[in-house]
Every structure is written in structure tokens, then in C-alpha cells.
């Protein structure tokens, strides 16, 4: 079968697995016997999911995890690409790490990721950041184990940008995650889309779908653990199965995974709207454990702009998406991303943008000026607005959205909703009776009282008052389901 070949073959991932023990072998010969990793990363839930994979491989290689980056004998940086603001503070902090050099010049720094899959910045590190050690970019990523021994054996800096761009998708190399009860995973890496402003498609390759056995393995092994709030990953999950030869379409996976039992819920993202279809919907409203919220980015309200950016789809069928999804779900969250300022939108245009947002009502945005990506298409098309006009443009559509996302927050007070309490304490401490953050259905942010000790657990909690950007509840009783 076609795909099989995109799997990492058994052969493979013994040499990988061979070089871990090497590695392994090297740091106990210097009198370490459990090295010390620590890793940070940019960018988006995928490149979180790349990071846990690449613990994974440091855990094989006998590394424990530290947060301090000046204990560390392995750091790694995995980066991001999207916008030049990622790529800046991605050079901030790799400056930083020439400090730890000094103090600790055994300790071996690593740029890994999305950004550094490009040759231009590959280069850039190469002749200006002489205690980078090794950079390696997205293709690579398996053969990472194999890179920390060359350099940890040569002494070599090692640069590796190389391998099919169609990628070699790693299976039986166990992540290791963050703690606690929220978990992403990957069903698909790369992108086909090439929306005309995005870099994704050319540092992550092209699409291709894990098989859905190992996807459904993977999520029951996940609801063993204890992970009840859990993220199916892809650039664009619905095409996920496109490259399987129709045996499992994305709403086929929802629904195998609907079935598996346990008390958890599953969310995924992201989704395009040209390949969000009624059969995504209908599954989503079916099944129960499916979570009835949805991220899918509209990115502009003008159909001459949303042409210009690739998007194959219309305004119009976008609000018909919406009108459907939600006369099934009436209850639906839905978030999207827009970009302002993308070359050649006019105020006008932006003015449709706005229109969109008053007829959507999203319960949430993520907002991005436009930002120029070396070797996509729109990186040279001439700009209408000045600098100045886009900044005002990206302020009205903030103040618009936020509007909106209070009404729509108002609308929980005095009503009862089931949520899954984190770990994770109230940080921002404002309102300090709601001591524990959770999450609804709908990834609502909801500050609770009364949750001491329900960490994990779905709880029924009636919501008290509202922000912008979050609920405050009470929790009411513990459910049972
Ligand atoms: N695959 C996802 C998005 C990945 S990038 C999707 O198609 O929805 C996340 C968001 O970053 C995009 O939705 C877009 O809004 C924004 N983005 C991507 N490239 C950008 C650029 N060059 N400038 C500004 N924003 C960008
Ligand atoms: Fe980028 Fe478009 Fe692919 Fe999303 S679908 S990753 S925006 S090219
Ligand atoms: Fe960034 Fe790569 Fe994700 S460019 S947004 S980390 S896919």
C-alpha cells in the first residue's frame, strides 16, 4: 500500500533506537547517568506534539527533564515559521543561549522545527550563532537520536535540513507529555493547501494521515493514563484519510473514536472550511463524546481577498457552514482566525470582515497582521493600506470581537455547565475565591470555587459572572456519567 512506505519502518527505527543507546553509553562513560533535557517550544499545538515525541526519544536515550536551562546537558528549541514575530523571539532567545555556552560549554544546543527547516534561516545560524550545535529542521525528525551522536562523537556541529518532503510519519516512539488531563494527537502532519500568505506546506511537507489503527491505539492508550480532554492534531484534519485510500475519512475517526470507552472528551483542530462537510457536522451532533465546539478559521470576510489568499471558499458558504453546524448543535462554540492587512485589502474589504464577525458571532478570535513568509505568493504582492490603517483595522476588529465575546460569556450567568477541572491553579488570582481553572465543552476558560480536590473530574458548576475572557462558577455537584 502506498502509505506504508510513509511509515518509519521497523529497520529504521531499531538504527534509531540503537543510536539512543549509544548516546546513552556516552553520557554514562563522562559519569552521567541520567543526563538532564530541557526543551522549549514556539509555535503551534503540532509543534507542542513534536516536542513530545522528541522527550519521547530523549527518555529512550535515558535523559530526565529539567526546567532550568542552565542545568541542562541537552537544550533544545523547537520553532516556529509563521509570522516574522515568531521568528524574531525565536533569535532573542537563541541569543541567550550563548550565556549557557560559556558556563557550561559541554551542554548541547539543538534548533529544531518549522523555522529551521529553512535554508535561509539554516544558513543564518550556521555563520552568526557559532554555539548553536545542531540544527535540524521538521524532515529530520527522525533521525534526530541519530544526529545528537554525531555531533556528541564528532564534536562537529551538524546542520540536516534534508529528506523527502513527503516526510516519514514516526510510529512506536512513545511522547512524552506534559502532565495532567489535557493531551494532543497527531493524526496527520503537512499540508497541501498552500494558502497563498502561509509557509506551513513548505516546512512541513506535504499531508499524510497516520493509520487509523494506530491513531485509535495511541487515543485508548491515552484514556488508560487518565486523559480526558483530548486533541486530534492536523493542519487541516479534515482531509485527514485523503492519502488512505478511502478507507477512513476524518468523521470515520470521530466516530471509531466515540466508541471507545471512558469518560472523555475529544476536540480537534484545525479545520477548513472548503473541506468541512455536512457528514463532519451530522457526526459531530451524533456523537456524545465529541466535543461541540469547532476552530475554523475564515480568515477574511471578502470573497476577492479570500481568493486572493487560496481559500477556495466563498463568504457565503462559510456562514452556510455555520447555519448548518448550528442548527444541529445549538450549542456550538465556534472560534476562527483572521488575517488583516494581507496585500491588497482595502478598508472596504476589511469593512466585509467585519460584517462576517456581526453575522458569525464567534465566541473567540485569534488575530494576525499579515506578515510576509519568504517564498509563498503573497510575499511580493503590492500592499493598498499603510502600516498605520492596517494597525487601525486589527484594533476595530479587537474591540468588535470583544464585544461580542462578552455578550456571548453573559449569556452562561445563572446557567449549569459541565466542566472538567484542570490542574492548574488560578494564576492571574483576580476574583481569589475561584481558586481552580477548567475548561467546558466549548473550551471555555471557567474559574471555579468549591473544586479543591476534583482536579480531573467532570463537575457540574453554575456559572456566577462573566468577563471577556472567561466565566466564574461554582461547582454544584460531582458528575457521574
Ligand atoms: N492550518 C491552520 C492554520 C495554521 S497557522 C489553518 O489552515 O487554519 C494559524 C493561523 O496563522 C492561520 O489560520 C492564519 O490566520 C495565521 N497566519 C498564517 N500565516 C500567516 C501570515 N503569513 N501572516 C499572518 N498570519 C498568518
Ligand atoms: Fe497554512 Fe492554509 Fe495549510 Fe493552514 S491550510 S497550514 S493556513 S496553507
Ligand atoms: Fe508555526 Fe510550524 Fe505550527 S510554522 S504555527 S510551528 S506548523
Known amino acids: 500500500m502506498e502509505n506504508r512506505s510513509r511509515v518509519m519502518s521497523r529497520e529504521l527505527l531499531d538504527i534509531q533506537k540503537n543510536y539512543c543507546c549509544k548516546i546513552n553509553e556516552i553520557y554514562a562513560e563522562r559519569g552521567i547517568n541520567r543526563p538532564l533535557a530541557f526543551t522549549q517550544t514556539f509555535g503551534c499545538q503540532q509543534n507542542e506534539a513534536d516536542t513530545e515525541l522528541i522527550r519521547g526519544m530523549l527518555a529512550l536515550m535515558g535523559f530526565d527533564f529539567t526546567d532550568d536551562m542552565a542545568s541542562a546537558d541537552v537544550i533544545i528549541v523547537n520553532t516556529c515559521a509563521i509570522r516574522d514575530h515568531a521568528e524574531q523571539r525565536v533569535y532573542g532567545n537563541v541569543g541567550e543561549l550563548s550565556h549557557i555556552k560559556k558556563e557550561n560549554p559541554s551542554a548541547i544546543t539543538v534548533l529544531c ?37 554525531t555531533r556528541l562523537s564528532s564534536g562537529k556541529r551538524v546542520f540536516d535540513l534534508d529528506g523527502d518532503e513527503k516526510g ?70 479534515n482531509s485527514y484519510g485523503n492519502d488512505l485510500g478511502g478507507k477512513c475519512d476524518f468523521p470515520d475517526l470521530l466516530r471509531k ?67 448548518y453546524a448550528r442548527k444541529l448543535m445549538p450549542n456550538l462554540t465556534i472560534t476562527s482566525d483572521i488575517i488583516v492587512g494581507f496585500p491588497g485589502e482595502t478598508n472596504e474589504e476589511f469593512q466585509e470582515t467585519i460584517e462576517l464577525l456581526e453575522k458569525v458571532r464567534f465566541d473567540s478570535l485569534f488575530t494576525f497582521i499579515f506578515s ?42 445563572g446557567k449549569t455547565v459541565k466542566v472538567l477541572v484542570g490542574r492548574e491553579e488560578n494564576e492571574k488570582n483576580y476574583n481569589n475565591e475561584y481558586t ?43 458528575e457521574q456519567r
Not at 473550551?443 to 470555587?449: A, E, S, T
Open 257 to 323: 473514536i466515540n466508541d471507545i470507552p471512558g469518560d472523555f472528551w475529544v476536540r480537534f483542530m484545525t479545520s477548513h472550511p472548503k473541506d468541512a462537510t455536512k457528514k463532519l457536522f451530522d457526526t459531530m451532533a451524533e456523537c456524545e463524546k465529541v466535543c461541540a465546539s469547532i476552530h475554523l478559521p475564515v480568515q477574511a470576510g471578502s470573497d476577492r481577498v479570500l481568493q486572493d489568499m487560496n481559500r477556495r471558499y466563498t463568504a457565503e458558504k462559510y456562514l452556510s457552514l455555520v447555519d
Open 168 to 237: 516519514i510519519i514516526i510510529e512506536d516512539i512513545e511522547p512524552v507529555r506534559k502532565k495532567g488531563h489535557k493531551a494532543w494527537l497527531s493524526i496527520m502532519y503537512g499540508c497541501n493547501n498552500f494558502c497563498s500568505y502561509c509557509v506551513v506546506p513548505y516546512v512541513r511537507g506535504r499531508e499524510r494521515s497516520r493509520e487509523p489503527e494506530a491513531v485509535l491505539r495511541e487515543f485508548e492508550s491515552l484514556v488508560r493514563q487518565g486523559y480526558k480532554d483530548i486533541t486530534l492534531l492536523g493542519q487541516n484534519v
Open 436 to 478: 481552580k481553572q477548567s475548561r467546558t465543552e466549548g473550551f471555555k476558560l471557567v474559574y471555579l470555587r468549591g473544586a479543591e480536590g476534583l482536579e480531573g473530574q467532570f463537575v457540574n458548576a453554575v456559572i456566577e459572572r462573566s468577563s471577556t475572557w472567561a466565566l466564574f462558577g461554582a461547582v454544584i455537584e460531582r
Open 372 to 413: 510576509p513568509r519568504r517564498g509563498t505568493k503573497a510575499y511580493d504582492m503590492p500592499d493598498v493600506l499603510t502600516k498605520e490603517e492596517k494597525q487601525k483595522n486589527f484594533d476595530r476588529l479587537l474591540e468588535v470581537q470583544n464585544r461580542i465575546s462578552k455578550e456571548k460569556n453573559d449569556l452562561y450567568v
Open 113 to 149: 522545527g518549522c523555522m529551521a527547516q529553512q535554508q535561509h534561516v539554516a544558513e543564518r545560524i550556521k555563520n552568526s550563532y557559532p554555539y548553536v550545535d545542531i540544527v535540524f529542521g521538521t524532515y529530520a525528525l527522525s533521525r534526530f537520536p541519530q544526529l545528537l551522536y
